[in-house]
């Protein structure tokens, strides 16, 4: 079965500094990977979604960006962070021709002081 | 474009109660529908999964039903216990023109269920 990592856990930053979060997946093979953010009093937001390596959509304009380079690792990344970049992100993963549901990691929860 | 609602935000009961959570959503043209549990500063663990085509779904004391035409599901707790405290997210799922599957969220019931 597959497995979710993120990291790191949590992240304090300062406004202005770059970001980089990390997810990878284990036990399968081509997986449609996601990025969503969930902050306090929303519900959870799409930010991008990709079918395959070095193929991202993004789902809301912001200074946020994703990359594949890998078939099962996902970044997240920004160059100058915001204080609304804070909130709790979540990768998560459809399995390749597998049912149509969705396996969500951990979380890492970014605090943008 | 989609819009997910639930209600109510939050839900205090005592324990062994029987409870329903209510979700509605704007476009009654979904793939499929799913209800989560999220514990607090933790992922999402999926509860249940119902497709369009089906009218409800159960898991040991949990039943989620659905009504497309109308745009509601409900998730139905029986005899709730302190354990089941935690957050519930529904979710409908969709293909986008891409062909990539998404989900598009309500923004939650946080349940409380007191000894």
Do not use: M
Not at chain 1, 11 to 34: A, D, H, R, W
Not at chain 1, 42 to 70: C, D, H, K, M, T
Request: aromatic share 8%; with cysteine; charged share 15%.
């Amino acid at each position: 079965s597959q497995t979710i990592h993120q990291w790191p856990a949590t992240l304090v930053q300062p406004v202005g500094s770059p970001l980089s979060l990390e997810c990878t997946v284990e036990g399968t093979s081509n997986p449609n990977l996601y990025w969503y953010r969930q902050a306090a009093g929303r519900g959870l937001q799409l930010l991008f979604y990709s079918v395959g390596i070095g193929q991202i959509s993004s789902e809301v304009p912001q200074n946020l960006s994703a990359s594949r380079p890998q078939d099962r690792q996902f970044i997240l990344s920004s160059k100058k962070l915001l204080l609304s970049d804070s909130g709790f992100y979540l990768c998560a993963c459809r399995l390749a021709g597998g049912a149509d549901t969705q396996y969500f990691g951990p979380g890492t929860r970014l605090t943008v002081l | 474009k989609q819009e997910v609602t639930q209600i109510p935000a939050a839900l205090s009961v005592p324990e062994g109660e029987n409870l329903v959570l209510n979700c509605s959503f704007t476009d009654s043209a979904i793939y499929n529908l799913q209800w989560f549990r999220q514990d607090p500063g933790k992922g999402l663990t999926s509860l249940l999964l119902i497709q369009s085509s089906q009218r409800e779904q159960t898991s040991g004391r949990l039943n989620a039903s659905l009504d497309k035409s109308s745009g509601r599901s409900t998730l139905y707790i029986a005899a709730s216990q302190p354990g089941d405290s935690a957050t519930y997210l529904c979710a409908v799922g969709r293909f986008s023109g891409a062909g990539s599957y998404q989900l598009t969220f309500g923004k939650g019931t946080k349940l409380s269920v007191i000894p």
